[in-house]
């Protein structure tokens, strides 16, 4: 157990509509990362929250956007959803950005699908 | 631009025989590297990291080894499992980064 839960574990969306993910990150960190993870590949950097404002980017589109808020939870969100949306969303919580030293520990994922 | 490559998507081994799972990275000043083991339908589980200032740590059953001549990363699991068996990444990230790179994965199958 990594302390950081995710909801919900999985979810069916059609074409072009909209989905939230929520995070819990472990408690005392305060950086929130989010990630996408497609069938058979590695996950792949979405964007990263610290103190509550977006704190890198990947390359991901404008509808993928995210919120943090003071208790550090996050939420992604994902708009106009697209058949290649379809994927784990994984999140990732650390102390100060993670890296170098900072252990960056992830939930169980959010299973979307999009028909 | 960096990328993170496995040589062996796959690899099988006997229970109690010692497991070794590389990784090539291309981003010189990656300066902390991290290996994950995913199991089917989990997220990502820490296993071990290394700092660019060492060239060996050793955990419980694991030891990682980076060479930084080459840019190779490996992880050596001891007396292998069959608990073992899952998706092994390693990942490289930057001193202030934001963000680790992940490769492709290599599937470890322990046969019992």
């Known amino acids: 157990e990594t302390g950081v839960t995710q909801s919900p574990t999985h979810l069916i969306k059609t074409r072009g509509q909209q989905v939230t993910l929520r995070c819990s990150s472990q408690?005392?960190?305060?950086?929130v990362s989010w990630y996408q993870q497609a069938l058979g590949q590695g996950p792949q950097f979405i964007f990263q929250?610290?103190?509550?404002?977006?704190?890198g980017r990947g390359n991901f589109p404008p509808r993928f956007s995210g919120l943090q808020f003071p208790n550090y939870s996050s939420e992604l969100n994902v708009n106009a959803l697209e058949l290649d949306d379809s994927a784990l969303y994984l999140c990732?919580?650390?102390?100060?950005?993670?890296?170098?030293?900072?252990?960056?520990?992830f939930g169980e994922g959010s299973w979307l699908t999009v028909v | 631009g960096e990328s993170v490559g496995l040589h062996l998507p796959t690899l099988s081994v006997q229970e109690g025989d010692n497991s070794i799972i590389n990784c090539a990275y291309s981003?010189?000043?990656?300066?902390?590297f991290i290996w994950y083991k995913q199991e089917s339908g989990k997220g990502p589980q820490f296993i071990i990291d290394?700092?660019?200032?060492?060239d060996k740590r050793q955990g419980q059953r694991v030891t990682v080894l980076l060479n930084k001549t080459v840019k190779h990363l490996s992880l050596q699991i001891a007396a292998t499992q069959p608990g073992d068996s899952a998706v092994y990444f390693c990942?490289?990230?930057?001193?202030?980064?934001?963000?680790?790179?992940f490769g492709t994965g290599t599937r470890l199958t322990v046969i019992p």
């Open positions: 990732a919580s650390s102390l100060a950005g993670g890296g170098s030293g900072n252990t960056i520990y």
């Open positions: 408690s005392g960190h305060n950086t």
């Open positions: 929250y610290y103190r509550e404002e977006e704190n």
């Open positions: 981003n010189s000043a990656s300066d902390y």
């Open positions: 290394i700092r660019s200032n060492m």
């Open positions: 990942a490289e990230g930057g001193t202030g980064a934001n963000n680790l790179f």
